[in-house]
């Protein structure tokens, strides 16, 4: 089984930075796709960003497009999530994921092409 843990988040005001990461353990490989998605209360699970197991491509949600960067060490199955010019909507449970290399195209928006999670990190972002 494959573990995801993230770390780093925390409290910051409007307009400062924040970068996430996420470890794996267990039966890791260096052949995965890796998102990152977060959560509000009383809101649905939101994508955020994600990139290939190359890292050759990344995909990132229109509402962090601009600010967010998304970045892997393919060679510790690790990701990172860099987070500039935050905003209190960024405030929510972040979740890292990862999704195993098979034959498709997929989506990598959706919750579902997923094949692993973390439990999560809080951010807070105050006015």
């Known amino acids: 089984q494959v573990q995801l843990v993230e770390s780093g988040g925390g409290l910051v005001q409007a307009g400062g930075s924040l970068r996430l990461s996420c470890a794996a353990s267990?039966?890791?490989?260096?052949?995965?796709?890796m998102g990152w998605f977060r959560q509000a209360p009383g809101k649905e699970r939101e994508f955020v960003a994600a990139?290939?197991?190359?890292?050759?491509?990344?995909y990132y949600g229109d509402s962090v497009k601009g600010r967010f960067t998304i970045s892997r060490d393919n060679a510790k199955i690790t990701v990172s999530l860099q987070m500039n010019s935050l905003k209190p909507e960024d405030t929510a449970e972040y979740y890292c994921?990862?999704?195993?290399?098979?034959?498709?195209?997929?989506?990598?928006?959706?919750?579902?092409?997923?094949?692993?999670w973390g439990q999560g990190t809080q951010v807070t972002v105050s006015s």
């Open positions: 994921a990862a999704r195993k290399l098979r034959v498709g195209s997929p989506w990598y928006g959706s919750l579902y092409e997923y094949d692993y």
């Open positions: 267990g039966r890791t490989f260096s052949s995965y796709a």
């Open positions: 990139i290939t197991w190359s890292g050759g491509n990344t």
